[in-house]
């Protein structure tokens, strides 16, 4: 497997994609935390992160099946998986390889914005003056949705060999499953199962933690639906056998 995520990772450096999407990311951050009125930290004049920790999952929702796309579509179009699936490896190793590859990448996105929480917590009134609670809560949130999202792309990734359709497959699964049972629950003829249907998503789940407390049952969630998610790529794989 580690070979596997050390290959899947080279790949990713040597591509253009994996530096326009980490650059798309922290540009896009830094412009609505930093410059943009509406949502500048430097405009309103509350020390915390909040706009960083609302924006991202909508950032996410685009640049990750953009890096994901092509970890099982580009090797069926350049018929290379048959030689994949040949080598000692088990499906789940190689499934996990890619994924943690293509996690790895977002971490590495991640990790320059830890520079947006040292500048809001000396910009504070006194220096320090910052929830870090919710902080680290919102960064383990963003974690976990990003190990979803992934996951969603991997999975997306195996079911065609044409990278656009996995993108916008891994697209639309990551909406749904992060806004969409919010709309769904908001339905009126739903509403006395609106608080269930609510926790259904992502975006409930990431709320909680975001709020600095870490609750075992969020944690469980998110690890349920990746383990969903990569049982279903090795579904897919599988499906070769039959």
Same mark, same amino acid.
């Given at each position: 497997?580690?070979?596997?995520?050390?290959?899947?990772?080279?790949?990713?450096?040597?591509?253009?994609?994996?530096?326009?999407?980490?650059?798309?990311?922290?540009?896009?951050?830094?412009?609505? /935390?930093?410059?943009?009125?509406?949502?500048?930290?430097?405009?309103?004049?509350?020390?915390? /992160?909040?706009?960083?920790?609302? /924006?991202?999952?909508?950032?996410?929702?685009?640049?990750?099946?953009?890096?994901?796309?092509?970890?099982?579509?580009?090797?069926?179009?350049?018929?290379?998986?048959?030689?994949?699936?040949?080598?000692?490896?088990?499906?789940?190793?190689?499934?996990?390889?890619?994924?943690?590859?293509?996690?790895?990448?977002?971490?590495?996105?991640?990790?320059?914005?830890?520079?947006?929480?040292?500048?809001?917590?000396?910009?504070?009134?006194?220096?320090?003056?910052?929830?870090?609670?919710?902080?680290?809560?919102?960064?383990?949130?963003?974690?976990?949705?990003?190990?979803?999202?992934?996951?969603?792309?991997?999975?997306?990734?195996?079911?065609?060999?044409?990278?656009?359709?996995?993108?916008?497959?891994?697209?639309?699964?990551?909406?749904?499953?992060?806004?969409?049972?919010?709309?769904?629950?908001?339905?009126?003829?739903?509403?006395?199962?609106?608080?269930?249907?609510?926790?259904?998503?992502?975006?409930?789940?990431?709320?909680?933690?975001?709020?600095?407390?870490?609750?075992?049952?969020?944690?469980?969630?998110?690890?349920?639906?990746?383990?969903? /998610?990569?049982?279903?790529?090795?579904?897919?794989?599988?499906?070769?056998?039959?």
């Amino acid at each position: 497997m580690l070979a596997i995520l050390k290959k899947e990772f080279n790949g990713f450096l040597n591509s253009l994609i994996a530096y326009m999407v980490i650059t798309v990311f922290l540009v896009a951050t830094g412009m609505f /935390m930093w410059v943009f009125p509406e949502s500048s930290v430097l405009t309103y004049g509350f020390a915390d /992160m909040q706009t960083l920790f609302s /924006m991202a999952p909508w950032l996410f929702l685009f640049l990750i099946p953009a890096i994901t796309m092509r970890t099982f579509a580009e090797e069926k179009r350049e018929g290379t998986i048959e030689l994949l699936l040949t080598k000692p490896i088990t499906d789940l190793q190689l499934i996990l390889g890619k994924y943690f590859a293509a996690l790895l990448l977002v971490l590495f996105a991640l990790l320059p914005t830890l520079l947006y929480y040292y500048t809001v917590y000396e910009l504070g009134n006194p220096a320090g003056n910052v929830d870090s609670a919710a902080v680290v809560g919102s960064y383990l949130g963003l974690v976990f949705l990003a190990g979803v999202f992934c996951a969603i792309g991997v999975f997306a990734s195996s079911i065609s060999s044409n990278q656009i359709i996995s993108f916008i497959v891994a697209l639309f699964l990551c909406y749904i499953i992060y806004t969409g049972f919010d709309l769904l629950a908001s339905i009126p003829a739903l509403a006395s199962y609106s608080y269930f249907i609510s926790q259904l998503g992502i975006s409930y789940h990431y709320d909680a933690i975001s709020k600095g407390l870490i609750d075992s049952r969020d944690v469980l969630y998110f690890l349920t639906v990746i383990a969903i /998610m990569i049982l279903s790529t090795k579904l897919v794989l599988s499906s070769r056998k039959w």
